[in-house]
């Protein structure tokens, strides 16, 4: 900030969180210095007041400067984000052609959005010296809320608890603070919110000694090959991960930061700890787990370089970092890497421009890279390593299929998969079953009128969860009664198919005496839930687990042996061109997760298709030929990465508005149709109907990427000014990974 005369004022191009792709300019306060770049201020728009991030300095405006407005206030004294922080919002602005007021709020902590200062002054409840030597025992028996409520803010010692963090360990807490307050045993303080320790882990211990793969891979992290991104393939078990560790520790060694991002919330508590004990440093975490509070503390850590290293998922791309030295992108195929709503970003791609902007090097890990990773190692611009041999002696699981035609499956579970699991449990091993649907049953039926309950708001079939006695839908999250009978003609209706919940129920039955343990979104819904499960599974207490998609990612059970992938057939006919490769990044990582260590891990597969040339290509010729047959179909019909995708998705309360807005966006494109630009639509999305709004699609496809952004570009300042777009919700989808 700087103090210079009224007439020499800079115009300020000021990004406001509202849907237009533009900037925003206006004065400075008239009175005070001048906020720099990357610095909040306070603004008048229309009749709301906006927080706004200052993004440049200009000598004129479109309108005369006696038309602009002054900034109401300027919230800091220094830029929160620097020069390289507003090169990486502005790029991603223009690549996914989404507001840069929108993505400027998307790349800030909530506290910041909302014009909190950096360093907030936050409520905290601390116990006093009465409240210390009260019986808590004796309270107990009188008030055992108010018991609770003292013990737990006197185990938080002296500098007393957060109020945001009490409210998470006991919700209704105020309620039965005010006769501990009335009595003195506690008080409430205003102390500005805690700053980040990185020395609150324990002394770093030495890992193993690397094999002669992984000390091939990190001699070429240490080389100075220049490339766009190092992409590191290892088979699951390979050790990875130890080459991340010995990288990362290279970088904290010369004094720079390191961002490691993570598809799930679910993979930071065990990679975390993993980090801390290995490198002695405690990570600054960003997920959205995390309280408000919490997060911005962490994004503090980062900025000042407090933080030598930063774990989070997504979001955390765009943590501003004072001594950037690497960025590692972990389970990089991971489709969560990818925003579905809002600022529909890359956090895997941003990665790579990041690193790329800012001149470090950027680790790309997986066991099943995603093709268009495969397609730049292959044309040279990204480096492949490859770790395929699984550390120490740990062997390969084998792969079986089962012919559910043969052997039927009752429930979920097939006689060869029963007795395959009952087999390992008696050797001390443990099971993994993989069903990547939720609920107890995919669809409810009447058998006799053949009546499914679906949706009212959505097309799309309810979801039996029969524990809670609801019908739900997966989609829009509404909810109705389970009910034994039909609605249409009254028979008795009944749940077909199989969910984890139904599949854990069939599991009980047959092994009443063992620990199951259900791991899916439903389960793990209390904070702390996914941890406690999976620190049950990796200490062998859960000696059959159920789960979805979430317990296939990155996890390590040493006593696991046993994987039986329940219903395969899923991806093996999907509409979507990527249908094939996600199905075999699903099955290699689940199937991963056995024979770690010394055990040797069995892999069934239950298929009503076992002589699909899926199966024999993936067994016989695992990822690296299913990938070779893949990119060579993808050539020949011209999908990604020979072509460059965007869809236009429109939603309206009526069909007509959503599909009449698609064909302007259609008629508008036609003068730049041709041999680069190809557009398909519009037509229904696969879910036409979703939370009662109608949806529509237009997808683009280029074998020339500048000339599909020259044309997105000129298409969304098109549709922002169109009076069809005041009746749809509508956004652009650059490289979309669903086609929905």
Sequence with gaps: MSDISESQHPVLK?????????EFDYLPPSGGPVPAPGCRVLVQFGPRRQVGLVLAHADTSELPRAKLRRCLEVLDDNPLLGDNDLVLLRF?????????????????????????PLHPVVQTIAVTDPGASTDVEALARKAPR?????????????????????????????????SLFENGLIRQLEVRSAEFDETLAPAATPGPELNADQRKA??????????????????????????????????????????????????TPQLVARFRKRLGMEPALLHSGL????????????????????????????????????????????????????????????????????GIQVVLGTATPTLEMLHHCRRGAYALIRLPKRAGDARPPSIR?????????????????????RKHLEAGGQALLFLNRRGFAPTLVCSSCGYVAGCDRCDSRLTVHARQGQLRCHH???????????????????????????????????????????????????????????????????????????????HHFPKLSLVGVVNADQGLFGTDFRSSERMAQSIIQVAGRAGRALLAGEVLIQTAFPDHAFWSTLIDGGYERLADDALAERKATHWPPYTRLALLRAAAHQRVDAMRFLE??????????????????PVDAPMARKAGRHRVQLLLQSSDRPTLHTVLRQLRLLLEQHPAARKVRWSIDVDPIELF
Aim: with cysteine; glycine share 10%.
């Design 14 to 22: 000021v990004a406001v969180n509202v849907p237009l792709s533009r």
């Design 92 to 116: 991603t602005s223009n690549y996914y052609h989404h507001p840069i007021g929108e993505v400027v709020a998307a790349a800030l902590p909530a506290l910041l959005r909302q014009g909190k």
């Design 146 to 178: 108010q018991a609770e409520l003292l013990e737990t803010v006197c185990d938080a010692g002296g500098g007393g608890l957060e109020a945001e963090q009490l409210t998470e360990l006991l919700p209704n807490w105020r309620r039965v603070a005010r």
């Design 218 to 267: 990190l001699e070429v992290l240490r080389s100075d090959i220049e490339v766009g991104a190092f992409l590191l393939e290892g088979v699951t078990g390979s050790g990875k991960t130890e080459v991340y560790l010995q990288r990362m520790q290279d970088i904290v060694d010369q004094g720079q930061q390191v961002l490691v991002l993570v598809p799930e919330i679910g993979l």
């Design 291 to 358: 309280t408000d509070i919490e997060r911005l503390g962490a994004w503090r850590a980062a900025r000042s370089g407090a933080a030598r290293l930063v774990v989070g998922t997504r979001s955390a791309i765009f943590t501003p970092l004072k001594r950037p030295g690497l960025i590692v992108v972990d389970e990089e195929h991971d489709h969560s890497f990818k925003q579905q709503e809002g600022l529909r970003y890359s956090a895997r791609d941003l990665a790579i421009v990041r690193a790329k902007q800012l």
């Design 401 to 421: 299929l089962i012919d559910t035609a043969r052997a039927p499956a009752n429930d979920g579970l097939s006689e060869p998969l029963v007795a395959a699991i």
């Design 476 to 554: 829009c999250g509404a909810t109705r009664p389970l009910t034994d009978s039909c609605g249409e003609c009254g028979a008795t209706v009944r749940p077909l198919g199989e969910g984890t919940e139904r599949l854990e129920d069939a599991l009980r039955e047959h092994f009443p005496e063992r620990t199951i343990t259900r791991i899916d979104s439903d389960s793990t819904q209390r904070k702390g839930a996914m941890a406690d499960a999976l620190d049950q599974a990796r200490e062998g207490q859960a000696e059959i687990l159920v789960g979805t998609q979430m317990l296939s990612k990155g």
């Design 664 to 681: 302007i966006a259609q008629q508008s494109l036609q003068p730049h149709c041709g041999e680069t630009l190809r557009v398909l639509g």
